[in-house]
DNA sequence: TATTGTTATACTCTATAACTATA
DNA sequence: TATAGTTATAGAGTATAACAATA
């Protein structure tokens, strides 16, 4: 009996041959990777996630925010709780509802959405490294037909 | 103040440019949907994981087993024990070595695979549904070759 | 009566370390 | 001294329910 499977380590042939689990495998890599990239600004793939809406939305409540990234509104709060800890984002208070949070990117927010942005680069160009221009386009607009078909399913915006 | 941005909810036009970001969200809807299809069996992600190599690879140990697919050793023994309880695996005696098992797929375990292999490709086409079946064939082909060239990171089969 | 944000709680998944019995 | 399997434990991450303030 062979003590160890022939071939390099960690993921098995049989479970390559399913495309299903090919996406779900480079989903975790692609958000290892990123993650821990992103460390080196304090951050993480929930707080960018957060960030980066909030700031092409302008102020919007912690409510509309949560629908727009498929977050649970009791997470939505330690996220935002940990922004503002950093200077990145402020609640604000709302112009006509007393219950409800104005959300406003900082200035410190832009320069660090800036510096995420670019690490969003660097990442994707090690996850993509093994495919050229022509390729990565063709993978990306079939990955969006995907994910345009699933857009509603309330999933946040990082596994962990 | 807009109170909720335009569009369908749950996932944002500023995350959908990012290739990794897409990935990432596609690798979760993938799983979730597979695994609740799965329940039907009474099996997770990772117990299938876990009997479908099993199934290719013969009696193998457990140690074997968790580096064939990036599974932790103390993972594994709960996964083995659920495997075992439903009588889909059986811990047998290792023939030189009393410290290890030779995990044994029952009949009834290969019977369960090939009904998971049945509900795979359900998931699969539930999930590949946008595209025809020359999309799908490129969409493995550049997923795969950016699954060989991460495949010695560690990570388990399924998210959750 | 419904909604926004919050808190407390529980539940899942995973990782770590320590332990045993063998090698 | 190292390895296979196990156990216990702790840490993320997430989901649920209840709550106060306000609509």
Chains 1, 2 share one sequence.
Do not use: Y
């Not at 495309?19 to 929930?46: C, D, H, N, P, W």
């Not at 200035?107 to 221009?133: S, W």
Request: include cysteine.
């Amino acid at each position: 009996m062979p003590d160890l499977p022939p071939g390099p380590a960690s993921v098995h042939n049989v479970l390559m041959n399913h495309t299903g689990f090919l996406i779900s495998r480079m989903g975790l890599v692609a958000a290892k990777q990123f993650g821990e990239r992103l460390e080196s600004l304090g951050l993480t793939t929930r707080m960018w996630g957060a960030l980066n809406v909030l700031a092409s939305e302008g102020e919007i409540t912690q409510h509309a925010l949560c629908k727009s990234i498929g977050m649970d509104p009791s997470s939505m709060v330690s996220t935002i709780d940990e922004l503002e800890a950093m200077g990145l984002v402020e609640r604000r208070r709302h112009p006509t509802d007393r219950r409800a949070h104005a959300l406003h990117v900082t200035e410190a927010g832009m320069e660090t959405l800036a510096r995420g942005r670019e690490i969003a680069r660097t990442a994707q160009e090690e996850l993509l490294a093994p495919l050229n221009d022509e390729e990565r386009e063709q993978l990306h607009a079939l990955l969006l037909r995907l994910a345009m078909a699933t857009r509603k399913e309330p999933l946040a915006v990082a596994p962990r």
